[in-house]
Every structure is written in structure tokens, then in C-alpha cells.
């Protein structure tokens, strides 16, 4: 019998969270953005990229963590040996949840530090300039690998769109977000504009 390859744990737990990046990266790229907007997971995606307040229910994402930690631990196993397994695939999972806590605060929350305002400089280019490119939500290394990055000088955001904490009270954005943001169009949505919307995010076009 093979002897499973001796990798000491750390790297693995490492190697682990490494792992779900690209998985994220193929999942958000080939799957959620595919070509059948009708496949597990790429309807709840494009709903979200429709409504940018709708995110998927927990009880998806958690029984999403099921199925990975069900696929993920046994393979991992067979290749690292029992202890290195699981640590992989405890870095697997807890990136993938930290992935979706980001995700989710990147929509909610203003940036603090650097990386946030890179997360979502990001990721709403991705939403509001070309939702076929800038697929990593939690890291630009696989946008570089497969030619996929996107640089834009401001992310134009559709006013009706706009994320709560980029925007006062009377809808102008904040100066302090100016440099990263400008906000087009009107803040008024309707049901023709919804339909658009929909009709953009579910052919993988950003919103008009
Ligand atoms: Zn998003
Ligand atoms: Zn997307």
C-alpha cells in the first residue's frame, strides 16, 4: 500500500485555505457566471448580481460547506495522510467561510485598511463594470494567473444599485470614496428597471 505523503500539518491547514481560493475562483468563474444560468448555485448568483442586496440563504451555504468538507476530507486524506487531511481541509472550509463573511461585509460595510478597499474596489467592478472578469472575491492571485484582472480608474456604480454605506442619506456619495466610485444614472428603480437588471445579470452583463 502507498504511504500517504508526510506534509506537517500547518502547511497543509495553508495549502488548504490556498485550495479554496481557486476553487473559488473556478466555482464564481465557470459556474456561477457558466454558460447555464440554470445550474446549482449560478441562478442564486446572478439574483445576487440582480439585486445586489440578495444573498443566497445560510441554509444553502451551509449544506454547500457539507458537500465540500464531504468531497474535500476523504480525498485529502488519501493524499496527506489522516492528520494533514483534516488540517487541509479545516483550511479549506474556514476560508470558505471566511469568503462568504467578506463577500457579504464587502456589500454592508464601509472599507477599513487596505484590503477591504481593494476587496471591494474589486469585486464591485466586477459587479458594475464586466461580471466575466475579476472573479476572486477574496484574492486577485487567480485573476492573475488566468488573465482575468480588471483595472478600472473609478468603479461607475448605477445609483439605484449603490451599496448603503457609499452613499449619505440624500443619496450623494461620500468624498471619502470618491477617488475609488461615481455614481451614474438615476436612484429610481421600477419594475422596468428591475427587468433590465435581471435580464442584464442573468446574460453576464453589467447593469445598464
Ligand atoms: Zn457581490
Ligand atoms: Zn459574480
Avoid at 464587502?106 to 476587496?119: E, S, V
Avoid at 449619505?168 to 477617488?179: H, K, L, N, R, S
Amino acid at each position: 500500500m502507498q504511504m500517504p505523503i508526510p506534509i506537517p500539518w500547518v502547511g497543509s491547514f495553508v495549502l488548504g485555505a490556498l485550495g479554496w481560493t481557486l476553487a473559488e475562483y473556478l466555482l464564481h468563474r465557470f459556474v456561477f457566471h457558466g454558460a447555464s444560468a440554470r445550474r446549482l448555485g449560478a441562478s442564486e448568483h446572478r439574483r445576487h448580481h440582480a439585486q445586489v442586496d440578495y444573498f443566497a440563504p445560510w441554509w444553502q451555504k451551509a449544506l454547500a460547506a457539507v458537500a465540500a468538507v464531504a468531497v474535500v476530507w476523504p480525498l485529502a486524506g488519501v493524499v496527506a495522510g489522516g492528520a494533514a487531511g483534516l488540517a487541509f481541509t479545516i483550511g479549506f472550509i474556514g476560508m470558505y467561510l471566511l469568503y462568504e463573511v467578506l463577500h457579504r461585509r464587502a456589500h454592508t460595510h464601509p472599507p477599513r485598511g487596505a484590503y477591504g478597499r481593494w476587496r471591494r474596489r474589486n469585486h464591485f467592478a466586477h459587479h458594475f463594470t464586466d461580471p466575466r472578469r475579476a472573479q476572486g472575491v477574496t484574492s486577485p492571485l487567480w485573476d492573475r494567473v488566468f488573465s482575468t484582472r480588471l483595472s478600472v480608474d473609478k468603479v461607475r456604480v448605477p445609483r439605484r444599485l449603490a451599496m448603503p454605506w457609499l452613499v449619505d442619506a440624500c443619496g450623494d456619495i461620500w468624498p471619502v470614496y470618491a477617488d475609488d466610485y461615481e455614481l451614474v444614472g438615476s436612484a429610481h428603480r421600477d419594475a422596468r428597471t428591475r427587468e433590465a437588471d435581471a435580464r442584464a445579470a442573468f446574460a453576464n452583463r453589467r447593469p445598464e
